[in-house]
């Protein structure tokens, strides 16, 4: 995809971004769901949980990097990569947030150790 080329003319560019678009949010959709059974099978596991954070954040880094393709004119491809990034960000605020109920701090301390947003 990196070395393709689009012709970016009306009907090609918005049939082209909606299947990029929906593409990318279906993977965010699986990786989020993928983490969300990983967390659920960790029973505390410092170990476990780490890994489940680390595979999403391998995700969404190759999301940040498929959806940055030099086809794409620079105001899309970076509206795109905006919109993964600020998932990812999201993500790790509600992690955070999430964390907080932990009373013993070991948990918030892992997310803050393994950002989900740190590719």
Do not use: C
């Not at 030099?70 to 919109?83: I, T």
């Amino acid at each position: 995809m990196k070395a393709g080329t689009i012709e970016w003319q009306s009907g090609v560019a918005e049939r082209f971004s909606n299947k990029l678009i929906e593409a990318v949010n279906a993977r965010m959709n699986a990786a989020s769901d993928k983490f969300q059974l990983d967390i659920s099978r960790t029973r505390g596991q410092e170990g476990a949980i780490v890994q489940a954070i680390l595979t999403l954040r391998r995700e969404m880094s190759f999301l940040a990097q498929a959806i940055n393709l030099p086809a794409l004119p620079d105001k899309e491809r970076q509206h795109y990569l905006d919109l993964v990034l600020e998932q990812a960000n999201t993500m790790q605020k509600s992690l955070e947030d999430s964390a907080k109920k932990d009373r013993t701090g070991k948990l918030s301390s892992i997310i803050r150790n393994h950002r989900v947003n740190s590719f």
